[in-house]
């Protein structure tokens, strides 16, 4: 696999705010996923990025691809109770899939 | 449709004891996996296999051995347990380098 890191570990929002969460690697990455894990639950595929600078969006959910293909964020506009979980990254490399550590959003009604 | 069904979903388990999570796909998928979940650790890949017939360590191999029955299941077996392998376990399967579906999740208490 291909090593991501992932920032940042928590993240806390008033609901309406909005969120930001990054993966980054030292080498460039043929591709990233991202996946949304609520709580108890298990991971959901969100999207997956293949081309440097591509930009995706789903509804309130903004999918960026860097331009070195070393990076990554995943943007949410004006949360709702509904975003709380887990987002992960991950790239395959090798037939394997390998994620970042994740990032936790907690939603402040 | 199942999906990727994995069973037990709760096992305790007492140190030095063995046992074999099951995990099995209805969507014809070439590669299947096995994660573990722990607090802060994230996603870690024990061990995949691409296509049936074959199998490969993932980050943290240890402890674990695997099977590829055929091209539905995929098995892991925990040995000997240990207090560090309390874990949540996922199995998931994909076309290749695609989309990943994943079970629902085994957790596993080593006493």
């Known amino acids: 696999g291909q090593q991501v890191m992932q920032i940042p570990q928590y993240q806390h929002v008033q609901e309406g705010e909005d969120f930001t969460t990054y993966c980054n690697s030292s080498?460039?990455?043929?591709?990233i996923q991202w996946y949304k894990q609520r709580p108890g639950g298990h991971p959901v595929f969100l999207i997956q990025l293949v081309k440097s600078g591509e930009v995706k969006k789903q509804k309130r959910l903004t999918f960026q691809f860097g331009e070195a293909k070393k990076n990554s964020s995943l943007h949410i506009t004006a949360t709702q109770t509904t975003d709380v979980g887990t987002y992960f990254c991950g790239s395959f490399g090798n037939e394997k899939l390998t994620f970042g550590t994740g990032t936790r959003l907690t939603i402040i009604p | 449709n199942a999906g990727v069904t994995q069973t037990p979903k709760f096992q305790v388990l007492k140190t030095g004891q063995s046992m074999t999570l099951q995990c099995a796909q209805d969507m014809n998928h070439n590669s299947m996996y096995w994660y573990r979940q722990d607090p802060g650790m994230g996603l870690r890949l024990i061990y995949y296999s691409a296509s049936e017939g074959t199998t490969d360590k993932g980050e943290v191999p240890n402890g674990y051995n695997v099977s590829r029955l055929n091209k539905r299941e995929f098995s892991l077996r925990l040995e000997s347990a240990a207090p560090s392998q309390t874990s949540v376990y996922f199995c998931a399967s994909s076309w290749g380098p695609g989309e990943l579906f994943f079970g629902e999740g085994s957790r596993l208490t080593v006493l």
């Open positions: 080498t460039t990455l043929s591709n």
